[in-house]
């Protein structure tokens, strides 16, 4: 093994890493297959594939967690070849992943010197220097409206993240740079908060940093990228400059589709009465809403951060108590008092946080999907009916096309993707009649994305009403119907997608304040 050593790179070299022909696998399975990449000194290169396309493996054998069965790793201008993490970071390499291992009963700065160690003498802490060093890091960034005292507790995931990052310049000379390989960095941030980590990113570059950005989120790649490289099932497909390629080849690479089959065609739909009418609704983040769903139709709903989507189906799932208004389902009165009475009625809902509102991350997938629907199959109506539970995985995981080991799994040995998926398998298991989806393809990767685009479209041709709540736009108008803005809980503008455009939808969202007034 070579012996770590702090990389040391200028920023006139013109590599900082470079991979050449890198293998891996698992028994029979190729995880990777002869990758050859490189990353340049102040450079954000972005690495993205679906689920199962080798970006996970690559990130193991460069953070020293395994060891590559072929190819070579050049750190500099020296062969690298790491056999611990340990070994990884001594060379100058920081894997940041998007699950924060962090203590919150510690200060920021306690959390900060975690891997490094607390500064003392004698046995005993020098806290002003312990406090020093944090704020010397976290200004270096310039994150001052961090305060190094602050419990950990306080902080949000996106001031987690970025405290991380900061931890990493302790101790390090001036004018180091740094070798960070951010793995779906922004997957539990909110937009301000992916901001804040943006303009990290932005001083990080300026600093020589090289920056190995692991993403599905194609909007940021975009945005942040100087270079992407493209994984699909093990093989590099390619290694571009931002500029020479595009969204629709980045996509078709990944996939082996085109951008223009992402979203499948809206089917013309008979005339119906609506399934659900509401009228004047309001609720906790919501007020005076009207509006109606008819069988089949998608009724998108778009506004801008605190514009109420997620309130909108809270309040008709029964999670938030009315304050006033009427809502109808079927022609009858329907004024559900818990979730539970929702479900019942045959309301599905699929919440935005899949991993702390919808997921037992530590349970069977068995559970996870017959958790609302137990009173419906248990036998002689007391009796957990695990024979029956694990027919209804079967069935609507072959429905959604879920992929995981066996009925058995946790949720957690699950990509992002594939747990989403096992929140639709839930929503089908009650043979619901309305599914509300808010943000359902949030944090999952482009195939998974179109393997839930149908189902949402297949399900409407059923005659299942659908209202998605989403602030990704061309979601919204890749498969909705119709288009409901919302501007701080008030219904702004109720629109056909006819020829709607992003650019369109976007000034509607923009303008919302001045309808809804």
């Known amino acids: ?156 995931p996106g001031d987690r993240m970025l405290v991380r990052i900061a931890a990493t310049l302790i101790g390090a000379e001036e004018d180091a740079p740094w070798l960070y390989i951010l793995d779906e960095p922004t997957a539990a941030l909110t937009g301000a908060e992916a901001e804040r980590l943006f303009a990290v990113l932005a001083e990080l570059k300026a600093q020589v940093a090289g920056i190995l950005y692991v993403s599905h989120r194609m909007a940021e790649v975009l945005r942040l990228a100087d270079r992407v490289s493209v994984l699909r099932d093990g093989c590099l497909m390619s290694s571009l400059p931002m500029a020479a390629t595009g969204e629709a080849q980045i996509i078709h690479e990944m996939t082996g589709r085109d951008l223009s089959d992402l979203f499948p065609a809206r089917n013309a739909r008979a005339p119906a009465p609506p399934l659900l009418r509401v009228e004047g609704l309001s609720a906790p983040g919501i007020a005076g809403l009207t509006f109606d769903l008819a069988p089949g139709e998608v009724l998108g709903v778009a506004g801008l951060s605190g514009s109420g989507r997620g309130a909108l189906l809270s309040a008709l799932m029964g999670a938030n108590a009315r304050h006033s208004g009427t809502v109808t389902l079927d022609g009858r009165l329907f004024h559900p008092s818990s979730p539970a009475d929702a479900w019942a009625a045959g309301l599905a809902h699929i919440p935005r946080e899949r991993r702390s509102e919808g997921l037992m991350m530590q349970r069977a997938l068995t559970e996870n999907v017959s958790l609302p629907h137990l009173a419906r199959i248990a036998r002689a109506g007391l009796f957990q009916n695990r024979p029956g ?91 909705a119907d119709r288009i409901a803005i919302l501007h701080h809980g008030r219904l702004a503008h109720l629109v056909p997608n006819d020829g709607l455009t992003e650019e369109g939808l976007l000034t509607l969202c923009y303008t919302a304040g001045e309808q809804a007034a």
Not at 12 to 33: K, Q, W
Not at 90 to 107: D, F, I, Y
């Open 389 to 479: 539970e694990r027919a209804m995985l079967e069935e609507t995981g072959r429905a959604v096309r879920l992929k995981a080991g066996g009925p058995s799994d946790h949720a957690d040995t699950l990509s992002g993707g594939n747990q989403q998926k096992v929140l639709f398998a839930r929503a089908l298991a009650g043979n619901p009649r309305l599914l509300l989806l808010d943000e359902p393809t949030r944090g999952v990767d482009v195939g998974a994305k179109y393997d839930i685009y149908r189902l949402i479209r297949g399900l409407a041709d059923r005659g299942i009403a659908v209202i998605l709540a989403s602030s990704d736009l061309p979601e919204v108008i890749g498969l």
């Open 1 to 156: 093994m070579t012996p770590p050593r702090r990389l040391s790179v200028s920023c006139h070299d013109r590599t900082m890493l470079r991979l050449l022909n890198l293998s891996r696998s698992y028994g029979a399975i190729r995880a990777l297959s002869g990758v050859s990449l490189t990353l340049h000194p102040g450079e954000v290169h972005a690495l993205m594939g679906e689920n199962g396309a080798g970006k996970s493996t690559l990130i193991r054998l460069l953070s020293g967690l395994e060891r590559p069965d072929a190819g070579r790793m050049i750190l500099g201008d020296r062969p690298a070849a790491f056999d611990s993490p340990a070994a990884a970071h001594a060379a100058g390499l920081r894997v940041l992943h998007q699950e924060l291992h962090v203590v919150p009963a510690l200060s920021v700065a306690e959390n900060m010197h975690l891997a490094t160690g607390c500064p003392a003498r004698a046995g005993l802490i020098r806290w002003r220097a312990l406090y020093a060093a944090a704020s010397a890091a976290l200004s270096r960034l310039r994150l001052t409206h961090i305060d190094p005292r602050t419990p950990m507790s306080r902080l949000g």
